[in-house]
């Protein structure tokens, strides 16, 4: 049996000390009473204040598509009974009737607010991508404008844009495709102290007919506090929306494409950074309390982790990269690791690590047909192709290393609907329920870990409720696929055609 892998060393080797403080103290609890060969888990946030057995109280279950009307209702709920933040993040709004009535709950809740104190509470907060959120000319940015400028001093609205589109690639790259160089992709949906993490935009397909996953913290004020802070240092170095529809900068930082590229990159680092440090300087209050544990302790002991794994690669930061890569590498040879992407393009290092691991592994991918871009005109119709080419080659190389019993590649089905899920979800040896899962906006390919802004978060649990309910979320998803042979890739409806083949390393990178 593998050794069990060591947070604390794996946090130090990615963070530096002062960093590393934010993931504090190792728990010797968890899986104590067996030899569950779980990771040694980094604690962050401050159990006894935020999840308390059982855990249904505070965390509460993952919500899937078959529910997903559930996570609209949930919004709009959540949107009227805020009494001082609403923050959310996402790569776009939509324009359509259910993003509008988002919208409509936002102007309501503002009002209210506005009428009930001569000194308004509630402040807004949507953090989004520049150029997916400026595409066309009903656009997210559209959408939001009545808000600023009837609500100039509560709502604020940031669009982040890549410090890789600049100079004559700018102005190159059509309108529909800058985006591939990359975005704002957080998916964080907070209320008060209530924080929804998930990999779904607002968008309405999100709501009705795209298969994506979505977990609700309830009342963890020092979580929701964590993402609140992020979100508005990434909102500090993008570019703010004006009520003239107009774009600005805030006084002394740089220009994501107009100023110096590394300039840009160490100013935002530098104030992401802060958020970080300023949670390890909280968390470091908190543990000092914690010192004397053997002495008071408290009647209901902690029984489920949470940590953030943020990923920026262009401003630097790398923690979910290399988190997922040790977690890769140090999965044990009689556990089990179910991955599932909507777009299966695994980096490199990952592919790797699969291949060679000891781990099981059972990889959900989209078929075709269920791939956000089926049946979508020019050149971006091609893209299941490419995908399949990659499913393809992985395949090919599974066989060709006699790993077929050891990892397995399926593909999820469901008639007119997408597939947008991603995460993990890790099984000990001899359990039949995760004890940890992934649950964010990384897809686990090249642009998550290369291009884009991504954050999820880890999930470690030894609470037998809420394992169950991540086992029938997995099952739920896995329950709609097949699993790939070398005949699916013989079927007619599988032929990719040669040019597909000869292109798709090339682009490979950008989607």
């Known amino acids: 049996?593998?050794?069990?892998?060591?947070?604390?060393?794996?946090?130090?080797?990615?963070?530096?000390?002062?960093?590393?403080?934010?993931?504090?103290?190792?728990?010797?609890?968890?899986f104590r009473a067996r030899d569950r060969m779980l990771p040694e888990c980094v604690e962050w946030v401050s159990p006894e204040s935020i999840f308390r057995s059982p855990l249904a109280q505070n965390l509460l279950f993952p919500v899937s598509s078959?529910?997903?009307?559930?996570?609209?209702?949930?919004?709009?709920?959540?949107?009227?009974?805020a009494q001082r933040r609403v923050v959310m993040a996402s790569l776009y709004l939509g324009t359509g009737q259910l993003e509008q009535e988002l919208v409509d709950c936002m102007e309501e809740a503002l009002q209210r607010s506005q009428d009930?104190?001569?000194?308004?509470?509630?402040?807004?907060?949507?953090?989004?991508?520049?150029?997916?959120?400026?595409?066309?000319?009903?656009?997210?940015?559209?959408?939001?404008?009545?808000?600023?400028?009837?609500?100039?001093?509560?709502?604020?609205?940031?669009?982040?844009?890549?410090?890789?589109?600049?100079?004559?690639?700018?102005?190159?790259?059509?309108?529909?495709?800058?985006?591939?160089?990359?975005?704002?992709?957080?998916?964080?949906?907070?209320?008060?102290?209530?924080?929804?993490?998930?990999?779904?935009?607002?968008s309405d397909s999100y709501f009705t007919n795209r298969q994506d996953r979505y977990v609700l913290l309830e009342n963890c004020r020092e979580v929701a506090d964590f993402f609140s802070d992020l979100v508005e240092a990434v909102?500090?170095?993008?570019?703010?929306?004006?009520?003239?529809?107009?774009?600005?900068?805030?006084?002394?930082?740089?220009?994501?494409?107009?100023?110096?590229?590394?300039?840009?990159?160490?100013?935002?680092?530098?104030?992401?950074?802060?958020?970080?440090?300023?949670?390890?300087?909280?968390?470091?209050?908190?543990?000092?309390?914690?010192?004397?544990?053997?002495?008071?302790?408290?009647?209901?002991?902690?029984?489920?982790?949470?940590?953030?794994l943020v990923q920026m690669k262009p401003l630097g930061i790398r923690v979910d990269e290399q988190v997922t890569q040790r977690l890769l590498t140090d999965a044990g040879p009689e556990?089990?690791?179910?991955?599932?992407?909507?777009?299966?393009?695994?980096t490199r290092a990952y592919m790797r690590l699969v291949l060679k691991a000891g781990a099981s592994y059972r990889i959900l991918t989209a078929s075709p047909e269920v791939n956000g871009f089926f049946g979508a005109k020019g050149i971006a119709g091609a893209i299941p192709a490419a995908y399949t080419h990659i499913a393809r080659q992985f395949y090919k190389r599974v066989c060709q290393g006699g790993q077929q019993e050891r990892v397995h590649l399926h593909e999820y089905h469901?008639?007119?609907?997408?597939?947008?899920?991603?995460?993990?979800?890790?099984?000990?040896?001899?359990?039949?329920?995760?004890?940890?899962?992934?649950?964010?906006?990384?897809?686990?390919?090249?642009?998550?870990?290369?291009?884009?802004?991504?954050?999820?978060?880890?999930?470690?649990?030894?609470?037998?409720?809420?394992q169950s309910q991540l086992q029938e979320e997995q099952e739920m998803l896995y329950r709609r696929s097949t699993e790939v042979s070398t005949s699916t890739f013989e079927r007619p409806d599988r032929h990719v055609k040669l040019w597909v083949k000869l292109v798709t390393p090339l682009i490979k990178n950008f989607f």
């Open 414 to 466: 469901r008639p007119e609907w997408t597939f947008h899920a991603k995460g993990l979800w890790y099984y000990l040896q001899g359990q039949d329920r995760p004890c940890l899962t992934l649950i964010g906006s990384p897809n686990f390919g090249y642009r998550s870990v290369h291009r884009d802004l991504e954050a999820q978060i880890a999930i470690v649990t030894e609470n037998e409720e809420l």
């Open 66 to 81: 078959l529910t997903v009307r559930r996570l609209f209702s949930s919004l709009v709920a959540r949107i009227k009974t």
């Open 335 to 346: 556990s089990t690791v179910f991955l599932t992407s909507g777009y299966f393009n695994l």
């Open 116 to 202: 009930n104190s001569q000194s308004p509470n509630l402040k807004v907060s949507v953090l989004l991508d520049y150029t997916r959120g400026s595409r066309g000319k009903i656009n997210s940015r559209t959408m939001l404008l009545p808000l600023l400028q009837r609500f100039t001093s509560q709502m604020r609205v940031s669009l982040y844009h890549t410090p890789d589109l600049r100079g004559l690639l700018r102005l190159l790259v059509p309108q529909r495709f800058n985006e591939t160089i990359g975005v704002q992709h957080i998916k964080v949906y907070l209320f008060d102290d209530s924080i929804i993490i998930s990999g779904a935009n607002l």
């Open 1 to 30: 049996m593998a050794a069990p892998m060591s947070w604390r060393r794996l946090v130090y080797s990615v963070y530096s000390p002062a960093i590393a403080g934010v993931f504090t103290r190792i728990s010797d609890r968890v």
């Open 235 to 308: 909102g500090d170095v993008s570019l703010q929306l004006q009520p003239d529809d107009s774009v600005t900068m805030l006084e002394g930082m740089v220009h994501p494409y107009k100023g110096n590229r590394q300039e840009f990159s160490a100013v935002a680092r530098k104030r992401i950074m802060e958020v970080v440090n300023s949670a390890h300087i909280r968390q470091r209050l908190l543990n000092q309390s914690e010192d004397s544990e053997d002495e008071g302790m408290s009647e209901v002991e902690e029984d489920t982790w949470v940590f953030p």
